[in-house]
């Protein structure tokens, strides 16, 4: 069936750098984006989210970039931090929301 | 009140037992979500109630039981459990069914031993 998938399972980098994570989707139906941050023993955290309608969103230190050619979603974190190593999902709606494999980021200080 | 508040925290049971999972959100969500997460796995959806009305049921075997009383409240009752259905028990909450705006529980650790 039609999922959504990551390319990495884990990503190492050094305190400071940027950090970007990738997601790959195929339901060409689904219309809404959303990257969770989920630390050890809670709950998903919501970071960003994104439209099908945009190819780009910027927060605070994060920014999401949507690819609907390709079907790719990435969450770039600027200058990571070890307060941002954790569990980093995607997620896709049209109606349900369903998560990505997932990706641990370690941030090494 | 911005929170989905899941009770409880942890839970122990064995497989004879009877219990339950309570969810509970103030914000005037209409639409709840129960997922299942296994260590190192991505929440797996299992039940999705909109307007308290069960929605979507992935399948889930019949030892699971969902309740929506009211708009606020999901509960998830538990009988006759196996060891592998031990997992961190998830309860999300949006506005409407897909829409933006997903809140996440803490999340209840059940163990079935």
């Known amino acids: 069936g039609e999922s959504v998938g990551l390319h990495l399972p884990t990503l190492s980098v050094q305190e400071g750098d940027n950090s970007i994570i990738n997601c790959a989707y195929s339901n060409s139906a689904s219309d809404y984006f959303i990257w969770y941050k989920q630390e050890s023993g809670k709950g998903p955290q919501f970071i960003i989210d994104?439209?099908?309608?945009?190819d780009k969103r910027q927060g605070q230190r994060v920014t999401v970039l949507l690819n609907k050619t390709v079907k790719h979603l990435s969450l770039q974190i600027a200058a990571t931090q070890p307060g941002d190593s954790a569990v980093y999902f995607c997620a896709e709606t049209p109606d349900d929301m369903r998560f990505g494999a997932g990706t641990r980021l370690t941030v090494k200080p | 009140d911005t929170e989905v508040t899941q009770t409880p925290k942890h839970l122990v049971m064995g497989m004879t037992n009877k219990k339950s999972l309570k969810c509970e959100q103030h914000m005037g969500h209409r639409a709840m979500y129960w997922y299942k997460q296994k260590a190192k796995k991505p929440p797996e959806l299992m039940f999705v109630y909109s307007y308290e009305k069960l929605s979507i049921n992935e399948s889930v075997p019949s030892r699971f039981s969902p309740e929506c009383p009211n708009s606020s409240l999901l509960n998830l009752h538990l009988h006759a459990l196996q060891p592998e259905d031990s997992a961190l028990y998830l309860c999300a909450s949006s506005q409407a069914l897909g829409d933006q705006g997903y809140t996440f529980g803490s999340g209840t650790r059940l163990t079935v031993v």
């Open positions: 994104i439209r099908s309608n945009m």
